[in-house]
């Protein structure tokens, strides 16, 4: 208002320069107009270029808990290797946990690994053996089966012989001795008894070929089990040597730490004992409902702290927090008493705004440092563009004043 009203104090003045009397007409025009002018510059600024007139837009920037990677990661602290209130950069080792029993688990795990390996390659050693074992025993099938043939070839031989010397002696009594008749009866029924043991060896060798395959089978199917023992053993070792990993905490990002309590042979499980902040800053800044509309991602706003006395900071617009907290609804599933809600709400008439605050070399304004935001907002004309220049003055003028408020 009082920027405005200088504007307008300008004005007159520089008619009154120009020879304009100051008469009754003029004073009108000077008090009235000037009224008009307030107004509608309040109005404008309220709208469209809406500022935290409170001074509490507050500095933040992400944290990060500097923690091992799994909360099952547990143990005493080793040693700590950064101090208190210090920068710190990405990849620097800031604390150890005692790492004795992790590496334990990886030797165990590096074992149990070498063991499923070795069982692995017996396996596959098993298979080429009972692979050779039934080629061997396809092989006694087919020698079987060749000496099944001889055998049926030669009754068949001898049976006709016998037949022959019967047929013989029945034309010509006593031209074949007896002796040699029932010589040849004996060797027919010596190849009838060897085609009967050759029957049985060829079945006997049938169901070992069969037996043979099932030990190939069964030998194949040991080696995917091995093959999955192993890679589950792998996976256990791989994941050991992670846990043992985990047991060094770096600093994920640039930043620095605040005043943590962190110490050597303290105890770090599920909670952690110390967390960074990193160098993004942002402003969290209220606006007014009236203007929350004309607020867009990407528009340019400005920021001043009591941190630097007349320094103006820019920013730009992150983005718009759509909900407040006093949104949220119980989690009871319980109907909001209407009085209690509207009491409580009567007031809330801003939401968030997020500014991604731009830090010139040689700044460093603390996390939780509070100041003056303002954001240039959608307008309908671009005549009201004039709007964003009083505000970039009153913030200026802000700017000087913290040199003595913010003693």
Do not use: C
């Not at 005692?98 to 074992?111: A, F, G, L, R």
């Amino acid at each position: 208002m009082l920027e405005g009203l200088a504007i307008w104090a300008l004005f007159i003045y520089i008619l009154r320069l120009l020879g304009i009397p100051w008469n009754k007409p003029f004073k009108l025009f000077a008090y009235i107009g000037g009224g008009l002018w307030l107004g509608f510059v309040w109005i404008g600024l309220i709208n469209y270029t809406p500022m935290d007139l409170s001074g509490g837009s507050v500095v933040q920037s992400p944290h990060i808990q500097l923690r091992p990677g799994n909360t099952q990661i547990k143990g005493k602290v080793h040693k700590v290797y950064i101090e208190p209130n210090s920068e710190v950069k990405k990849g620097q080792l800031v604390y150890e946990l005692d790492s004795e029993v992790y590496e334990i688990q990886v030797h165990q795990t590096q074992t149990q690994m070498e063991a499923a390996q070795v069982a692995n390659w017996m396996a596959i050693e098993d298979i080429q053996m009972y692979q050779m074992n039934y080629k061997t025993k396809q092989i006694n099938l087919q020698i079987a089966k060749s000496e099944l043939q001889s055998a049926i070839d030669d009754h068949r031989y001898q049976a006709k012989t016998l037949k022959r010397y019967v047929e013989q002696n029945a034309k010509a009594r006593h031209t074949v001795p007896q002796s040699v008749i029932d010589e040849q009866r004996t060797k027919v029924s010596m190849a009838r008894n060897k085609i009967t043991s050759l029957e049985n060896k060829v079945m006997a060798s049938e169901v070992s070929v069969k037996k043979a395959l099932v030990d190939v089978e069964r030998s194949q199917l040991k080696v995917i089990d091995t093959e999955v023992a192993l890679r589950s053993s792998e996976e256990k070792h791989a994941k050991a040597i992670w846990d043992l990993e985990q047991t060094k905490v770096y600093a994920p990002a640039d930043g620095f730490v605040t005043n943590f309590i962190l110490r050597e042979g303290q105890y770090v499980g599920i909670l952690s004992r110390m967390q960074m902040y990193t160098n993004e800053k942002y402003v969290l800044m209220r606006v007014n409902h009236q203007a929350i509309r004309n607020v867009k991602v990407g528009q340019s706003a400005e920021f001043v702290s009591p941190v630097y006395p007349g320094k103006v900071f820019s920013a730009e617009v992150q983005g718009i927090v759509e909900a407040t907290g006093e949104a949220q609804a119980g989690s009871m599933g319980r109907e909001e008493s209407v009085s209690k809600t509207t009491l409580q709400n009567v007031n809330n008439k801003f939401h968030f705004v997020r500014l991604k605050l731009e830090e010139p070399e040689g700044y460093d304004i603390p996390v939780g440092a509070v100041g003056l935001a303002w954001v240039s907002g959608e307008k309908p004309n671009s005549f009201l563009s004039f709007l964003d220049v009083i505000r970039g003055i009153i913030v200026r003028m802000k700017a000087q004043i913290y040199y003595v408020y913010s003693l």
